[in-house]
């Protein structure tokens, strides 16, 4: 495949190659050589003004790719296959589809001044997919979709890659035990304030496992194995790993042998990554300190990476995490609501807005946690199954990558999670059992 364009820049570089790695076998070639373009014999896009010829695929460019800066943008949308589309064009598409594609996973609105939650983070109702209505569509696929459709019309014979659908299982481990292995401080500091809350439930279940009788209930980790391994899957686990608690860093101390051995364990069963506490946002000394702790721990280089609270602001984190070597980075998702904050449900290269530049740093965006459809969207299990599965659907029925996030304090036997442990079983043993892939 053949593009045409009077100029090249680096956000034209980068959405091409990202929709070339999505569609083609092959890389996409770009010129700015006319009559080298219309010479070509093969399937060929004119990203230009006006168009040559019959032979070609024209798209008319709307002007975002060869602009520099972040400013704001006219965007109206309008229905295009019972979907959204925006900024319409004249050519052989109705959109331009290129510069639609990297407003999105650009993330290009997170760049403009706009209101932040209570943790200062992005709201998720500042989006255009929010207030568009598709923050629950992985959009980008579904463009693509359409337009291999499109392209396979005018050029029957061109070669697509075939994608097979991809589930990945991740956990944050924010906690690891919920009275064990602590210290007398923290376990009878917690017996008190149960005490006092009246929380008898948690009470009773404190007193049995404090006393042996009971496990503790946040520890479900050989239960999780036996599922990976019923599942054939081989899930990432994500540690938080604090050496000082906060108010937002409540995780088991580094201290303890349990977590070690832990950790430990899991590194060498399955991939893991750093949690970056709330405490290292701040602080890349700290978050430096943490990644070194648990590659020592681990005994393996660590290179992926997922925010604690979702809590990043661009560009600014993710340069502090190519900084100290991280490679891939699951955080590109709202820790508010359910769905997919950059629309699109595949990985793919961070684009450094404020720098032009294109990024080795990868993102792997994922639409479920367990958390938001808990603690956020108020969801008994039953609705969260329900969203659950609407996401997965969608996501498989465009052959892309779908990733979720659970957590083993929601999965294990607290009695405030009833119900929990049970709906990721269902989805493990009826669903990702049928589609297992080891990413």
Known sequence: MLLYSTSISNRLRYVISFVGKELFPEPIEITTDAVQFQAYDGAKINYSEDPFSEAEFHIQPQGLLFETGVKPQQIECFELNFHKAFFPCKGDHPFDLFSAIFYLISRYEEYLPHEKDQYGRYAHYQSLAYKEGFLQQPLVNIWLTDFKKTLERKFPGLLFKHHTFQCLITYDIDIAYAYTKKSPLLKWGGYIKDLLKGNWAELEQRTQVLAGKEKDPYDCFEWLDALHLYCRIKPHYFFLVASKRGEYDKNTPTSNKALQELIGYASQQYKIGIHPSWQSGDDT???????????????????????????????????????????????????????????????????????????????????????????????????????????????????????????????????????????????????????????
């Open 285 to 439: 000394t700290l978050l430096k300190e943490e990644r070194d702790w648990l590659e020592v721990v681990a005994d393996k280089e660590i290179t992926h990476s997922r925010q604690h609270y979702i809590r990043f602001e661009l560009p600014t984190t993710f340069r502090t995490l190519e900084e100290i070597g991280i490679e891939k980075e699951f955080s590109m998702g709202y820790g508010t609501i359910n769905g997919f904050r950059a629309s699109v449900a595949s990985s793919y290269q961070w684009y450094d807005l404020e720098q032009e530049r294109i990024s080795d740093l990868m993102l792997y965006p994922y639409c479920f946690m367990d958390a938001n459809a808990f603690y956020e969207q108020r969801y008994q299990p039953q609705q969260a199954y329900a969203e659950l599965m609407q996401l997965y659907q969608q996501v498989k029925r465009h052959s892309g990558l779908f990733i979720s996030i659970w957590h083993n304090h929601m999965l294990g036997s607290h009695p405030m999670f009833k119900g929990w442990a049970e709906m990721f079983e269902l989805f493990m043993r009826e669903t990702v059992y049928w589609d297992a892939y080891n990413y």
